[in-house]
């Protein structure tokens, strides 16, 4: 079974900047593509970021590059989500997700079968 757990949630002011980690176990974790999505309330999750299982291609949403940036260390069974320039539209629940997911389906968290269990970011002045 998959495990993910996220860290590095928080309360942040406009401007600011949070690095999420997500560490996995019970999976090849090469063999995954790697996603960050977010939900805020009273809206539907959102793909924010993805990174591929081997090639290091990336998908970034349009609200969000420029300033986040995704990477991998498959060494350590990791991926971050350094965020940046954190505005008021940021703050949600970011969930790690993982999946044997190809390019085109990066934004769809339907193609991803294991997730962790969230962390809160928070954008407040």
């Known amino acids: 079974e998959v495990q993910l757990v996220e860290v590095g949630g928080g309360l942040v002011l406009p401007g600011g900047s949070l690095r999420l980690s997500c560490a996995t176990s019970?999976?090849?974790?090469?063999?995954?593509?790697m996603g960050w999505f977010r939900q805020a309330p009273g809206k539907e999750r959102e793909g924010v970021s993805c990174?591929?299982?081997?090639?290091?291609?990336?998908y970034y949403a349009d609200s969000v590059k420029g300033r986040f940036t995704i990477s991998r260390d498959n060494a350590e069974n990791t991926v971050s989500l350094q965020m940046n320039h954190l505005q008021l539209a940021d703050p949600a629940v970011y969930y790690c997700?993982?999946?044997?997911?190809?390019?085109?389906?990066?934004?769809?968290?339907?193609?991803?079968?294991?997730w962790g269990q969230g962390t809160q970011v928070t954008v407040s002045s």
């Open positions: 997700a993982a999946g044997q997911v190809p390019r085109v389906l990066f934004p769809y968290s339907d193609a991803y079968h294991s």
């Open positions: 990174i591929s299982a081997r090639d290091g291609s990336t």
């Open positions: 019970g999976c090849t974790f090469e063999d995954y593509a």
